[in-house]
């Protein structure tokens, strides 16, 4: 009777338990719904901050800011005022920006451009004297030399009307269709001289809200021209410029010691157009090769597909035979004569050398992985939209050092199971390893920056904000992840660890280390690299980079990809009764990071035209960190992947 009442009484409290279990997923259901349904009533007043859009009446004035100047010849952006260009009548003011504007290298400043909403302007004097007038720009010696060599650089100017960018059309020989390059050209070269663009035509689009009497900015197109000064005739009473027609325009040269005037000027036409407000930034963002993208969706899940046939193999033939011929009580001493991954059962979870550095790369990567996957899931939603400047970078920075919670978190378990004893060091290793190799390369970079005068040189105290948000959010989250880590109970083996470790016998070539690196990171990397080389070339050519639909469905596959070879080539290393694992399975899964530096240095010799030496330095250094957060985010994959691996397979076997 005893029996039966306990039994009883434990039935009714766990009946009991689930009831309030089932109350409680109710209650947070409803709390959903509730939020949900309110979100819903407000989103149609809300707008992302920095993206709503703004109300224009007629005539009213449309500023146009100057973001910066970028070459992809130099990858040093300057300020738009670097060079000696018109300045406004008032005083030149910029606009505060936050972190990722700042470490793209963006000064965003006013402009003496005047143009009203709605209203055309015919060819107008850009610069004016201290008597209101219109005048032409003298250049000194020094000042034409800066000019000179900023064309001779290929420099382009970014100029922005409305939060939007400024994009010069042209039309592609082959197809015929219209395209679009963000900013215009400074000036052309040819047969080593240079030409200034000083007139530019301004074509602007505009959407007409017939309801409220309201203009809204939908299209920045420029035509950049290089007119000859003298061919410039500027109406003494009108003030306004006229170009001479009857002759061949003749193009602003620009020669140290001979140019010493340049006449700038601009006109602005206005078009009527339906484009409305949310699709605007179409025409920068347009898909023109979007069938690439979804062959390289397609190579990817074939490369998928053919690493889940092996490993399929594996599992359910060579992995099911091994399980049942081990399992069989009368083969045993059969069994312990043969070969294979049970022998080495009783070393394969004993602690790796220098399990603290591991583990604090394991957590590093940790931290890569989530920030890149929370990143682009992010953008791929829109909410990392172009149209907020610098919102990707400072969303990244943010997300790395928030999840430093969770990489201190699994790093202090892992450096439990492993028997470390000094987690305090542990935990500092992890937070100050990976940050302090990203932050000093940065620093020494920024110094040769600071000596070009660019405008991509990190402000000394944005390095402060920087070191501050490192030591005051990253390092304190980390050890906080370390904490509650290192008291949760370590991740449990299914085998005991042999006092005395077995002598590993001698191994073929295909699993040395090198050749397996090289091996693993084939297949991986042959699922990226053409999104890779998009990226690539948004980043050095100075580009829009919105594809993250792509960028996530490819980032999808390349996990999975890691986990699959890091399975079957930490298989492969069992098999030949190698137990040394923790290290390899790290290294050997990082093996796309390899060709992604191979892939660098292919595409700096192949696609960028760089010739000085302080250029070079910033594209091998910024590829160097590149390529170490990638190889960090893989390895990890591939840790991770190969231990749970092996924890499944030897919990499936009967150990004595």
């Known amino acids: 009777p005893n029996v039966g009442t306990l039994i009883r009484t434990r039935i009714e409290s766990e009946f009991l338990f689930a009831g309030m279990a089932v109350s409680y997923y109710q209650q947070i259901m409803l709390l959903a719904l509730v939020t949900t349904l309110v979100t819903l009533q407000l989103c149609e007043g809300f707008y992302v901050p920095g993206v709503a859009p703004v109300e224009y009446t007629k005539s009213s004035v449309v500023d146009v800011r100057a973001v ?44 003496p451009y005047l143009i009203n909403m709605a209203e055309d302007k015919k060819c107008t004097v850009l610069c004016h004297g201290a008597d209101d007038k219109p005048t032409s720009v003298s250049l000194t010696t020094e000042q034409a030399k800066l000019f ?74 420029v035509t950049p021209q290089s007119i000859d000064s003298s061919m410039i005739s500027i109406d003494p009473e009108t003030l306004e410029c006229a170009l001479t027609s009857d002759q061949t325009v003749k193009p602003q040269i620009v020669e140290p ?32 090769d979007a069938q690439i993208h979804w062959f390289n969706i397609v190579n990817a899940l074939i490369i ?41 059962h009783g070393d394969i979870f004993r602690p790796p050398q220098h399990s603290r550095l591991l583990v604090s790369l394991v957590g590093s990567g940790i931290q890569i992985l989530c920030m890149t996957f929370i990143t682009i899931a992010l953008a791929m939603l829109g909410m990392l939209s172009p149209a907020s400047r610098g919102s990707l970078m400072t969303a990244a920075i943010f997300l790395f050092n928030f999840m430093g919670l969770f990489g201190g978190y699994f790093s202090a378990r892992l450096y439990r199971t492993m028997k470390g004893i000094q987690w305090k060091s542990a935990a500092v290793q992890t937070a100050m390893l990976i940050p302090a190799i990203t932050f000093g390369t940065v620093f020494v ?13 990190v402000p000394f105290t944005t390095m402060l904000a920087l070191l501050a948000i490192w030591l005051g959010i990253a390092l304190p989250l980390v050890f906080l992840g370390y904490f509650f880590g290192y008291r949760k109970e370590p991740f449990k083996h299914p085998v005991r660890t042999n006092q005395i470790p077995r002598q590993v016998p001698e191994q073929s070539w295909h699993t040395n280390i ?21 990226i690539f070339t948004a980043i050095w050519k100075n580009q829009f980079y919105y594809m993250f639909g792509f960028l996530f469905l490819v980032f999808v596959i390349l996990i999975i990809t890691i986990g699959q070879v890091s399975i079957i080539v930490v298989y492969f290393q069992l098999c030949a009764e190698n137990y040394h694992w923790w290290w390899r399975s790290f290294i050997m899964s990082g093996g796309p990071a390899i060709y992604l530096m191979l892939y660098s240095v292919f595409y700096f010799m192949n696609r960028l035209d760089i010739t000085d030496f302080i250029p070079c330095l910033l594209y091998f250094g910024y590829s160097f960190l590149i390529v170490l957060m990638f190889w960090l985010m893989c390895a990890t994959i591939g840790f991770f992947s190969a231990y749970f691996f092996i924890r499944k397979i030897y919990s499936a076997v009967k150990i004595d």
């Open 68 to 111: 910066k100047m970028t070459s992809s010849k130099t990858q040093l952006p300057y300020e738009y005022y670097s060079v000696p260009f018109c300045k406004p009548q008032k005083q030149v003011d910029y606009k505060s920006e936050n972190l990722g504007e700042i470490l793209r290298g963006d000064r965003i400043s006013n402009t």
């Open 148 to 221: 000179q060599q900023r064309i001779l650089d290929e420099y382009s100017i970014h100029l922005i009307a409305d939060n939007l960018p400024v994009a010069t059309p042209f039309q592609m020989q082959e197809s015929e269709d219209r395209e679009y390059e963000i900013g215009y050209k400074f000036g052309i070269s040819l047969d080593g001289k240079a030409y200034i663009n000083n007139f530019l035509k301004f074509d602007l689009k505009f959407h007409y809200i017939k309801e409220t009497d309201t203009y809204r900015v939908v299209g920045f197109e």
């Open 257 to 288: 010691g001979t140019t010493e005037t340049i006449t700038f000027a601009y006109m602005v036409k206005w078009e009527l157009s339906e484009i409305r407000w949310a699709s605007r930034w179409d025409v920068y963002l347009a898909m023109s």
């Open 304 to 344: 998928v597909l053919l690493m889940s046939g092996i490993l399929t193999i594996i599992m359910v033939r060579a992995l099911r035979r091994d399980i049942a011929r081990y399992n069989r009580e009368e083969d045993m001493e059969e069994t312990l004569e043969e070969s294979g991954w049970k022998l080495v």
């Open 445 to 457: 970079l920024n110094f040769f920056i600071w000596g070009k005068k660019s405008s991509g040189a």
């Open 514 to 534: 090198i050749a397996g690196t090289m091996l693993a990171g084939i297949l991986p990397f042959g699922s990226v690299f053409l999104e890779l080389s998009f």
